[in-house]
């Protein structure tokens, strides 16, 4: 079994990040490939951590893991943390 990590910096999209959470969901993969779903939330002032673990309790992916910084560090930061966490042997960043 091979797996593909996404990452997804995000920063205040409380009204969004559901929906896009289940456009990758719904991606289907080539069989022998699982989804690794890898969300960092870049220092969100509003809702956006509590969207993201509403959104992931049942998900279809192998993984879905929220990382979280305090305060915003910016997307190259935010990737750079998602990929300490990463366990596939692939990966993509999906921008928002």
């Given amino acids: ?43 969100s002032a509003d809702n956006t951590s509590s969207e993201i673990e509403s959104a992931c309790k049942n998900l279809s992916v192998d993984t879905c893991k929220m990382l979280k910084h305090v305060k915003n560090q910016g997307k190259g930061k935010a990737v750079r943390t998602g990929i300490k966490e990463a366990s596939g042997i692939w990966s993509t960043i999906r921008k928002i």
């Fill in 1 to 43: 079994m091979h797996k593909l990590t996404i990452l997804m910096p995000v920063f205040n999209e409380e009204k969004t990040i559901a929906k896009i959470i289940d456009r990758v969901n719904a991606v289907k993969l080539p069989k022998g490939i699982v989804k690794e779903l890898i969300i960092i939330d870049d220092g």
